[in-house]
């Protein structure tokens, strides 16, 4: 079963910046799309970004112009630039790794990584 790691998180004060970066325990073929997903206390999990296998990205209305996510296209994982984090960033944020295996669409998930915005 593959896993995924995510680092690069921790406590950084408004307007501060941060780099997710997810690794995975063995290379993933048949890659559809990956990203990064969030939760905050008491909220259902949002997307934040994702990237597809064209190089497509689909960005959060409340992340677009300050988040850029990208891919490391040897690991095949996702890397997320945080710049001008705001107190609302505050969240656990989740990579995942989508791809098609015998035609069907599954999703590998990290266990998480936390960001914290504060002064």
């Known amino acids: 079963q593959v896993q995924l790691v995510e680092s690069g998180g921790g406590l950084v004060q408004p307007g501060g910046s941060l780099r997710l970066s997810c690794a995975a325990s063995?290379?993933?073929?048949?890659?559809?799309?990956m990203g990064w997903y969030r939760q905050a206390p008491g909220n259902q999990r949002e997307l934040v970004a994702s990237?597809?296998?064209?190089?497509?990205?689909t960005y959060s209305d409340s992340v677009k112009g300050r988040f850029t996510i990208s891919r490391d296209n040897v690991k095949n994982t996702p890397y997320l630039q945080m710049n001008n984090l705001r107190p609302e960033d505050t969240a656990v944020y989740y990579c995942?790794?989508?791809?098609?295996?015998?035609?069907?669409?599954?999703?590998?998930w990290g266990q998480g990584t936390q960001v914290t915005v504060s002064s």
């Open positions: 990237i597809d296998s064209g190089g497509g990205t």
């Open positions: 995942y790794v989508g791809r098609f295996l015998f035609g069907s669409y599954s999703r590998y």
């Open positions: 063995e290379n993933i073929r048949n890659i559809n799309d």
